[in-house]
């Protein structure tokens, strides 16, 4: 998806195999370059990343790296990116997130995801899927390390913050996201929610009928 200078920059597809190469790297990539991060390699995605299930029928679709039984779904569109840091071949997977592109690929393959403030990360250089919602950020294996991919990605130094969690009021939208929800999964959910009152963290559940919407 992003310009590597010397290279085209085909994103996903077949029909920008041949278009001229980019003569410079786009800025999130000279900036993981300037920072010492070694670029190993372009990774598969969603043609033209337009899907949160990670399959490409040009190219091939990477396996889920939490089942290497059954061959499920990595979550996209970077999907190639998720499978090279859950495999360990990577430290950090570049990709953009418009709605859910790094985060429902990193949730599938049990790492981070980190979708930042729009506009913190130069999306020059990056093909677009929407030139207002998209943003560039990263996956990780730990919340270390993508504070870190953040703060070379975004230019700037992040903070941690010392309020305690009972400052912060959080927000479960129940509407749509828990249709068929398979029970481990709500399981593992309702877990955590249970882990995060108890640290004294504000839980709402709120109705979002919109959603409804999305079904048609």
Known sequence: LFDLAGQPTAAGSVVLAHTPAAHADA?????LRAAGGALIGRTNMTEFAFSGVGVNPHHGTPVNSC????????GGSSS??????????????????TGGSIRIPAALNGIVGFKSTARLVPTDGALPLS???????AMTRSVRDAIIAHEILAARRVTAGTAPLSAYRLA???????????PAVAHAFERTMRTLRAAGARIEEIALPQLADLRS
């Open 67 to 74: 089942d290497p039984v059954t061959q499920r779904i990595p």
């Open 172 to 182: 479960v939208v129940k509407d749509l996201f828990f249709d068929e929800i398979e």
């Open 80 to 97: 190639g990116a998720a499978i090279s840091v859950a495999s360990g071949a990577a430290f950090i997977g570049l990709g953009s997130d």
């Open 131 to 137: 030139t207002t919602l998209d943003t560039v950020c």
């Open 27 to 31: 800025p999130a990539v000279a900036r």
